[in-house]
């Protein structure tokens, strides 16, 4: 074998096409393939401009590199479109290099990244939100057979949120692919703006990484993928698979896809071990309830107290999130509601009155209320010493459930407040919808209120509001007596936080702030 045959055969395991371009940049000799299997070879694009083989984004690079280049040199690979056919392009990587001895000629050496793709946006369904990826998880899981060598994969696209008609464009066409690359062409969702996933074949041949940079690159684009998967598991129960891979979907939103390294089995073991030491504390009833006094703002005297719970002395908000995630917050949501009946039942405590929480989850059946109504069938006086809570209403699937579950409730003499009651259109419609005798609004309006006008007008409305709806209203966070003061002459009727006293193993009597007109202890109905 010649010299020439060798260089030649060492030149085509580097790349898939050689050129030689005059000091036009017009192609004098073209040797290998063209972008795509049977179609035009490189020897037919012979006295063609170089830069009118590549795409739009690719031809300024090439020029200037083209226009640079100096004897000797070789230049950094170039990404660029060439084209196939009228229909699609294929993603090359363009080098060149000028011997000294055949300058101004430049030689030119292409490989091909990944198949042809077509450049018009492909259609497909459009993208889930997470809870339709989730339905589409459990519905897969439920056909076992199915779901038998299933993953969901986790897709991070950076830069694909910043504005402009390219980057919308670069959008739609990645959906559309991850979309084509789902298991059933259905199943991939849009979790956030740079943000995806979708389920699919775990022996999946096509690489997403891929997928994603050829549709940004047909809008002239450079993006980068980053993409992990968890494998579904088929073995264990479905319910708490399905809540494992909602715990994925939330870490993905707030640590990005990176978090999904962590192996499925590992996050499975875990929830479901969570899982299990939750049921316990229910079922042993190893929590304690602090009781917080929330005061009638005309006379600082305590009006009724919140039960506020305690696991191992701390506050319950990450245990809280396991249980409403993995449906176990209504049997915790009757517990503390027992307990606090049998706090009330104590000799000493007089006609005390109490708030505890419920979940806006555990009003969406009916155990909850019947449980309840259950538990103080016996003493049914008591109803009228306690008011319940519902926190997290955006839980509440069925509102028309929801409300005649609360008016059974009320009817009992139990009575309702919507806890955290902000000013968004979601608060309103709760308002409008679900039955209560009280609003709590939220406290984070109280932060600025002493210097921010907004704050107070936000709050006189919503007052004057729930006034109209002859509901009473509390606000919370209350530290200090000047936020007391602007707050009583918004016209709120109870106010709840540590100018008023902190959380105790069980109700203090009485605990006051100075005002004016003050009756201690007073006794007061809830209205």
């Not at 559309?176 to 699919?200: I, K």
Request: glycine share 8%.
């Amino acid at each position: 074998m010649n010299t020439k045959s060798r260089l030649l055969g060492l030149a085509f395991a580097a790349a898939d096409t050689l050129l030689e371009v005059d000091g036009d940049g017009r192609v004098a000799l073209g040797l290998g393939s063209g972008p795509c299997p049977g179609g035009e070879s490189a020897e037919s694009w012979k006295g063609r401009m170089l830069v009118d083989l590549v795409g739009k984004a690719g031809r300024k690079p090439l020029s200037e590199a083209l226009r640079t280049i100096q004897p000797g040199l070789r230049t950094e690979p170039l990404e660029a479109l060439i084209s196939c056919d009228p229909e699609r392009v294929r993603r090359a990587r363009i080098r060149l290099f000028q011997l000294p001895e055949l300058a101004p000629a430049v030689s030119c050496a292409i490989a091909y990244v990944g198949a042809a793709f077509t450049l018009a946006i492909p259609s497909a369904p459009a993208l889930l939100n997470a809870d339709g990826l989730l339905g589409r998880v459990q519905a897969f899981l439920h056909d076992g057979a199915v779901a038998q060598g299933l993953a969901v994969s986790f897709v991070e696209v950076a830069g694909l949120d910043q504005p402009g008609e390219a980057n919308q464009r670069a959008a739609a066409r990645i959906e559309a692919a991850l979309q084509t690359a789902s298991v059933d062409g259905a199943s991939a969702a849009r979790l956030s703006p740079e943000r995806f996933a979708l389920v699919r074949a775990a022996d999946a041949a096509s690489d997403l990484v891929d997928e994603v940079r050829n549709a940004a690159a047909a809008e002239g684009l450079d993006m980068a993928a980053i993409v992990n998967r968890i494998v579904l598991s088929v073995d264990g129960p479905e319910e708490p698979t399905v809540r494992a891979v909602r715990f994925a979907l939330e870490a993905c939103l707030k640590d990005g896809v990176g978090w999904a390294g962590v192996t499925f089995s590992e996050s499975l073991k875990r929830t479901l071990k969570e899982a299990d030491k939750f049921r316990a504390i229910v079922r042993e009833r190893n929590f304690t309830l602090e009781y917080q006094p929330i005061a009638d703002l005309a006379t600082g005297a305590p009006h009724h107290f919140e039960a506020l719970a305690r696991f191992g002395g701390h506050g319950p908000s990450e245990s809280i999130h396991l249980a409403e995630a993995l449906g176990l917050i209504e049997s915790f949501d009757l517990a503390v509601a027992e307990k606090a009946l049998q706090m009330l039942q104590r000799p000493g405590l007089g006609l005390s009155k109490v708030a505890i929480n419920v979940s806006g989850a555990s009003i969406g059946a009916d155990v909850y209320a019947e449980g309840l109504l259950r538990m103080t069938a016996a003493s049914p006086n008591i109803r009228s010493r306690i008011l319940i809570e519902v926190t997290e209403t955006a839980a509440v699937g069925d509102l028309d459930a929801a409300t005649r579950r609360l008016n059974a409730l009320r009817k009992a003499g139990i009575q309702v407040c919507l806890d955290d009651f902000g000013v968004g259109a979601a608060s309103l419609d709760y308002l409008h919808r679900l039955p209560a005798d009280t609003v709590k609004i939220d406290g984070r309006f109280v932060r600025d209120i002493t210097t921010d006008e907004r704050s107070r007008s936000l709050v006189s409305h919503v007052v004057q509001l729930c006034r109209e709806l002859k509901m009473t209203t509390v606000v919370e966070m209350i530290e200090t007596e000047e936020q007391a003061a602007i707050i009583r002459g918004l016209g709120v009727d109870y106010g709840q936080g540590w100018l008023f006293g902190r959380p105790t193993p069980q109700p203090s009597l009485p605990i006051v702030h100075p005002v004016a007109a003050r009756r201690l202890g007073a006794v007061a109905g809830w209205r």
